[in-house]
């Protein structure tokens, strides 16, 4: 089975900046689309960006010029470099990532998460 792993979430100040990282473990698998959610007390989980094998990009209108989600297909690993940060983007943090395996198929999987808690 495939696992997602993500670190690199902390307490930042406002207008700080903070770099999430998701690695993906296991063997004999293809990656194809990885993204980033968020999910705030009492509010839904939203996406954040999203990444394509072919390293296309899309990011909410909330974080538009501020975030950056890249992956290192040759690591299995997504990161998202967030900047400007404000205390809206307090939230849990998921990697997210649909992976092909033979007999499988191809499913989503979900990392644990990971907090990232925006404070002065």
């Known amino acids: 089975q495939v696992h997602l792993v993500e670190s690199g979430g902390g307490l930042v100040q406002p207008g700080g900046s903070l770099r999430l990282s998701c690695a993906a473990d296991g063997r004999g698998f293809e990656i194809y689309t990885m993204a980033w959610y968020r999910q705030a007390p009492g509010k839904e989980r939203e996406l954040v960006a999203t990444?394509?094998?072919?390293?296309?990009?899309n990011y909410a209108d909330s974080v538009k010029g501020r975030f950056t989600i890249s992956r290192d297909n040759a690591k299995n690993m997504v990161y998202l470099q967030m900047n400007s940060l404000t205390p809206e983007e307090t939230a849990v943090y998921y990697c997210n990532a649909d992976i092909y395996a033979l007999v499988i198929g191809v499913r989503a999987y979900w990392g644990q998460g990971t907090q990232v808690t925006v404070s002065s």
């Open positions: 990444s394509t094998s072919s390293e296309s990009t």
